[in-house]
Structures are given as structure tokens and as C-alpha cells.
């Protein structure tokens, strides 16, 4: 028996058009999952639909803004009617807004707690009403080494406080849907390259933060958050709930 096979299961993940959600969403149907991807450029989404369906898989695309529950709810309607069920869910959906915290708007402030922590709560509430019928739900929050700990290098009050957040959120919802046998877990990743961190990686003092903050002195490779995201999306986590891996390099170990 392979316990980290997802032949058969329906998984959603958020934030799938760009970066890690596409890692996620392939990593998953490479395990054998069919998956729904949620985001708001559908363009973007149509082309990963497009690359799992080529793996065989079945893949649905779904324009839908994580901060909206209309959106959320119709769009989680729509694909309990194509898939008829929901076992994983990864919220990954997420943005930055950088300033230091005596200059930062309201608007970016609200913008970044609205889509990195409300966005998880509206996806978690209405894809958890689901798995609570199904009896089975595995759901993997994207936290990050900053719900963890601060940074010397990018002042963004809003990111920490809505990651921090996240972490939270995991423990209360883990504790509610255990008796549903649905886990709640989350990641907490260290830097990798997409859209939302190539301006920040390409800054000259970004390797120096690097290397004085991570003791593997290097920033995430494509394909390493997969092995934490299919353990905790697969039947191999059956008795963890409630926690955060971090995959980091150490960065938040030292
Ligand atoms: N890369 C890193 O170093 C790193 C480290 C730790 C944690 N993370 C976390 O990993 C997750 C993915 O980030 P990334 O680095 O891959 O960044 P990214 O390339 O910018 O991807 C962000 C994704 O979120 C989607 N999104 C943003 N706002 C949304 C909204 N309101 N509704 C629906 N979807 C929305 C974007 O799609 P649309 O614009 O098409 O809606 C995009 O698919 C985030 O939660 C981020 O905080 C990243």
C-alpha cells in the first residue's frame, strides 16, 4: 500500500494561476489526484488546466477572488457539482503589500489580511461544510516562515499578522473538524521563486540576507515544498492535525 497515493481524491487548490499554486496543483495530480484551480486570471489558469488534463488527470478552472464569499461560495458549489465531492483542500492564494508599519495604508493592510487570512477562513467554512457531510477532508494551509518569526530586511506588518494568523486559524479548525476526520495542517515555507518574490530575490543585499538568516544559505527549489504538501494531503498524516512544517532550510530552526 502506498500511503502517500492520491488516486481518485478531488483536490481544490487556491491561488493556482502563478508560483507555488502551480507547483501544488501538479504535484498533487502527479500523485494522482484530479484538481480544481481557483484564481482570478483565468487566462493563467486555462494553461495549468491544459498541462494537468495532459497528465491524465481531470482538472477544472475556476475564476474566483478568495476575498469575495459570493465568489467563494459559487465556486466551490461548482465544483462539488463536476467533482460530487471535495478531499483536499490547499489555500494558497495569497499577496504582499511592504511598508513599515508607521507608513502603511489601511488599503494595504486590509488587502493582504483580506486575501491571506479572510480568503483561507471564506475557502476553509464553505469547502469544510463538504468535507463535514463527507465524513473526510484533508485541508493544508500556505503559512510561511514569516507567521513564525519577524525579518530585518522587508517591513510588512500586514504578511506577519496575517500569517501568524494562519497558524492560528490551522490550530482552531483542527480542533473543531477532528471529529469530522478532517485534518487541518499548514506549510510554512521558506523563500522560492514566483511572481510575488521576484522583485524582492533579484535585490543585491537579498543574498546576504540569505545567507546569515537560512543555514542551508540558498532559497527553495522548485518541487521541494511537495513532499510536506502530499503528506499532509495524503493518508500518511492520518494522526496529525493542528501543525505547521516548515520547509525553510532551517531558517526558522536557528
Ligand atoms: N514564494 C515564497 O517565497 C513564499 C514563501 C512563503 C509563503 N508563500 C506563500 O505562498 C503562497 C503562493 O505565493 P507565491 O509566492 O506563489 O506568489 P504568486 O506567484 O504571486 O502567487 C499568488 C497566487 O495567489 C493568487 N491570488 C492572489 N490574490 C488572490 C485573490 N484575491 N483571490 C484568488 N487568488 C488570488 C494569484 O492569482 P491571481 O492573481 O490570478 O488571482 C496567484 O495565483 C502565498 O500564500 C504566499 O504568501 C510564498
Known sequence: MNIFDLTGKKALVTGASSGLGVQHAKALA???????????????LEVVKNEILAMGRQCIAIKCDVTSEGEVTSAVDE???????IDILVNNAGTSANSPSEQMTEADW??????????????????????????YGKVVNISSIFGKVGNSMFPACNYHAAKH????LTRAMAD?????????????PGFFESEMTAGAINLPEFKAYVENSCPMKRIGRPGELNGALIYL??????????????????WTAV
Open 30 to 44: 502527479e500523485q494522482g489526484a484530479d484538481v480544481a484551480l481557483f484564481a482570478r486570471r483565468l487566462d493563467k
Open 79 to 85: 465544483v462539488i457539482r463536476i467533482f460530487g465531492r
Open 110 to 135: 486590509d488587502k493582504v489580511l483580506n486575501t491571506n487570512l479572510k480568503g483561507v477562513f471564506l475557502v476553509s467554512k464553505h469547502v469544510g461544510a463538504q468535507m463535514i457531510k463527507q465524513n
Open 165 to 168: 494568523g494562519v497558524i492560528g
Open 176 to 188: 473543531e473538524w477532528a471529529k469530522y476526520n478532517i485534518t487541518v495542517n499548514s506549510i510554512g
Open 233 to 250: 494531503s495524503s493518508d500518511a498524516s492520518s494522526y496529525m492535525t493542528g501543525h505547521t512544517i516548515y520547509v525553510d532550510g532551517g
